[in-house]
């Protein structure tokens, strides 16, 4: 049974910075393409960064330069730093896991999703 377990959400003001982290089980973890997406209310969840197997990354335009994905293939473990956070990135924020490893962006179907973090950015 997939597992996807998000942690690291929280309350910040803007400037500030938080670190996701999203532990994966069940899965052969190197063989899938990873990414975060976000969700804040009332709007369309919209993705926010990509990950292959091989650390090839991808970012929506709106977090470049401010966010970081990476990944510990050894602990099985998704991060997203996020720096100079921004009331707009408030949302809940979910990692989700793809089967297909080298085919991997923000607009292709994801086969696992956690369960979500919430973050709030304050003005």
């Known amino acids: 049974q997939v597992q996807l377990v998000e942690s690291g959400g929280g309350s910040v003001q803007a400037g500030g910075s938080l670190r996701l982290s999203c532990a994966a089980s069940?899965?052969?973890?190197?063989?899938?393409?990873m990414g975060w997406f976000r969700q804040a209310p009332g709007k369309k969840r919209e993705g926010v960064a990509t990950?292959?197997?091989?650390?090839?990354?991808g970012y929506a335009d709106s977090v470049k330069g401010r966010f970081t994905i990476s990944r510990d293939n050894a602990k099985n473990t998704l991060y997203l730093q996020m720096n100079s956070l921004k009331p707009e990135d408030t949302a809940m924020y979910y990692c989700?896991?793809?089967?297909?490893?080298?085919?991997?962006?923000?607009?292709?179907?994801?086969?696992?999703w956690g369960q979500g973090t919430q973050v709030t950015v304050s003005s």
């Open positions: 989700a896991a793809r089967d297909v490893w080298w085919v991997c962006g923000l607009n292709y179907q994801y086969n696992y």
């Open positions: 069940g899965l052969t973890y190197s063989d899938y393409c």
């Open positions: 990950i292959r197997s091989d650390g090839i990354t």
